[in-house]
């Protein structure tokens, strides 16, 4: 079965050729908690908590297997260089690990997204791109469900309500042995390569969960009755 993930993950063609990172084995010499900072480990600490009286009252979400999977994936990315260095940020959606906020804060310096972003800090004040992802109790065999929740985009692969137009995040396209990290890093390169920019003065209220579910939808079906195109590689 793990080869057939490995031989899945081979064949997807990803837009810009973006390694996607597999999960690392542990080695089980470390501490799961080397190398992340003290606020991090507050935050998992919190969240072990959390999971424990939730376990005692009986009102257990998501599954035990997703769980474990979702803490691993956050130790993964508060311990990652892309992370500390401010690439992104996650935060939990009132603490649960099962949706987070992952904000884009530094893209392409060359693209025009990078020159879009400037301006949005000084009219809005706010220098990134907001993701939203969710999680099903059957992660990691099924994508999470990513969706930009701002600034409205145009052009990147961004739908109607903000959904995402890649492979990558469809069934078809998804392998449970792909890391969230890498799915992060592989949306930054999708927005640049398919020339996102930011919609000033667009309506706000376009983008929300409702909308992107349908696009989402949509795309699915499309691409299930006619494939998936893959840009030539001088595209790239």
Request: hydrophobic share 30%.
């Amino acid at each position: 079965e793990e080869e057939e993930e490995e031989e899945m993950g081979e064949d997807i063609e990803d837009l810009d050729h973006y390694e996607m990172k597999e999960e690392e084995p542990v080695d089980g010499k470390k501490s799961e908690d080397d190398g992340i900072e003290k606020e991090n480990l507050a935050i998992l600490e919190k969240i072990r908590k959390t999971q424990r009286q939730d376990h005692l009252n009986g009102a257990v979400s998501g599954s035990v297997q997703a769980s474990d999977r979702l803490m691993k994936e956050l130790r993964e990315i508060y311990r990652s260089q892309s992370y500390k260095t401010g690439i992104y940020s996650v935060e939990l959606v009132n603490d649960s690990l099962y949706e987070w906020h992952v904000k884009l804060r530094t893209v392409d310096p060359d693209s025009p997204l990078h020159s879009d972003l400037q301006v949005l800090k000084e009219k809005e004040g706010m220098d990134y791109i907001l993701l939203n992802f969710s999680y099903k109790d059957n992660f990691p065999f099924d994508p999470p469900f990513v969706r930009v929740v701002s600034p409205v985009l145009s052009g990147g692969y961004v739908l109607g309500g903000g959904a995402l137009c890649m492979e990558l995040l469809t069934k078809q396209g998804w392998s449970s042995a792909y890391s969230i990290e890498s799915v992060i890093m592989q949306i930054n390169a999708t927005l640049v390569k398919g020339k996102a920019r930011v919609q000033f003065g667009a309506n706000k209220n376009q983008y929300n969960l409702a909308r992107a579910q349908q696009s989402y939808k949509s795309l699915v079906q499309i691409h299930e009755k006619n494939g998936w195109y893959t840009p030539p590689k001088e595209d790239g």
